[in-house]
Each structure stands twice: as structure tokens, then as C-alpha cells.
Nanobody
Framework: QVQLVESGGGLVQAGGSLRLSCAAS????????MAWFRQAPGKEREFVAA???????YYVDSVKGRFAISRDNAKNTVYLQMNSLKSEDTAVYYC???????????????????WGQGTQVTVSS
């Protein structure tokens, strides 16, 4: 079955950096769009970044210029490099795989079928 396992979360001071990783198994990774979402306490899960199977990237406005999504198809892994972190970036970050192969990326969480368990990112001010 499909498994997505996130790692790399933790506690960091404002202005610092973290790199999240998501290792995928059980799917033809290179043919799927992948995305990162996040959910802060008391808030809905929101889109952060996505990368298509062709490696086109998309970001929510609040992280543009600070975050970078990338993929390594040889390692079946998607990354989220987070720089200049702010307290409002504090959330549980989830990796997701699109429901269909060779599809465009999407910011809609309903387009993603497979999810990881999440990794906590806490930014202290």
C-alpha cells in the first residue's frame, strides 16, 4: 500500500530554517504530483506548496520567496526547504500525493488521496 513518511520537523527560532522530507513508497512516485499542506491548532488544513510530476512548482502567497519544494525521483522523496521562518508558520505539516498520475498540481486538498502522518514545526518568536 501507499505510505508517505514525513521527517525533519522540530523547534526553531524565528528567522531560522528547516528542511522537511517525505519518503514515499507503494506508488510510481515520479508520475505523481506531490504537495505539502499544514494545519495550525484550531484552523483548517491549508495548502503550502506543490510540485507537479514535471517538477513545476506552486506556492501559497504567504510562503513565496521563503519556502522551496523539490523532489528526488531516484529517492522517491519530496522536500520542503523552509527559510526565514515566522511564528505563523507553526503547524503540523503534511505531505500528500495526488489522486491521479500525470495530473497537474492542485491547491485543493480533496485532489490528494494519500497523506502522511504529519510532522510538527514550531517556530518560537
Amino acid at each position: 500500500q501507499v505510505q508517505l513518511v514525513e521527517s525533519g520537523g522540530g523547534l526553531v527560532q524565528a528567522g531560522g530554517s528547516l528542511r522537511l522530507s517525505c519518503a514515499a513508497s507503494g506508488l510510481s512516485f515520479s508520475s505523481y504530483a506531490m504537495a505539502w499542506f499544514r494545519q495550525a491548532p484550531g484552523k483548517e488544513r491549508e495548502f503550502v506548496a506543490a510540485i507537479s510530476w514535471r517538477s513545476s512548482t506552486y506556492y501559497v502567497d504567504s510562503v513565496k520567496g521563503r519556502f522551496a519544494i523539490s523532489r528526488d525521483n531516484a529517492k522517491n522523496t519530496v522536500y520542503l526547504q523552509m527559510n526565514s521562518l515566522k511564528s505563523e508558520d507553526t503547524a503540523v505539516y503534511y505531505c500528500a500525493a495526488h489522486s491521479s498520475r500525470f495530473s497537474s498540481s492542485s491547491y485543493n486538498l480533496n485532489d490528494y488521496t494519500y497523506w502522511g502522518q504529519g510532522t510538527q514545526v514550531t517556530v518560537s518568536s
